[in-house]
């Protein structure tokens, strides 16, 4: 069993940058592949980007590549999502989950394990 918490959503300007947190419970952390997911009002939620076990590896979506950077240190159990020149299309309830497959993938069906969410708001 894994619990994440997220933290670190605020209300921004266009072109600020934030620094989200997920702190994940128990020592089982590095066996998981991490995901940052993202869901604005009446809309499904959507991948943001994927990070492997051992944080080697990293898979964006192309509406954030280049400007967000996802990242983790096992020895503090926590994977971190750090945010560029946002707009106000990424504003959004961000979302970190767990996943134990070996594979990148952007279903939100392949994460075990989900936090409860960090709003993040950007204005224009």
């Known amino acids: 069993q894994v619990q994440l918490v997220e933290s670190g959503g605020g209300l921004v300007q266009a072109g600020d940058s934030l620094r989200l947190s997920c702190a994940a419970s128990?020592?089982?952390?590095?066996?998981?592949?991490m995901g940052w997911f993202r869901q604005a009002p009446g809309k499904e939620r959507e991948f943001v980007a994927y990070i492997t076990r051992s944080g080697a590896n990293t898979y964006y979506a192309d509406s954030v590549k280049g400007r967000f950077t996802i990242s983790r240190d096992n020895a503090q159990n926590t994977v971190y999502l750090r945010m560029n020149s946002l707009k106000p299309e990424d504003t959004a309830v961000y979302y970190c989950a767990a996943s134990s497959l070996g594979f990148v993938s952007h279903s939100t069906a392949s994460y075990d394990y989900w936090g409860q969410g960090t709003q993040v708001t950007v204005s224009s």
């Open positions: 128990g020592r089982t952390f590095s066996r998981y592949a």
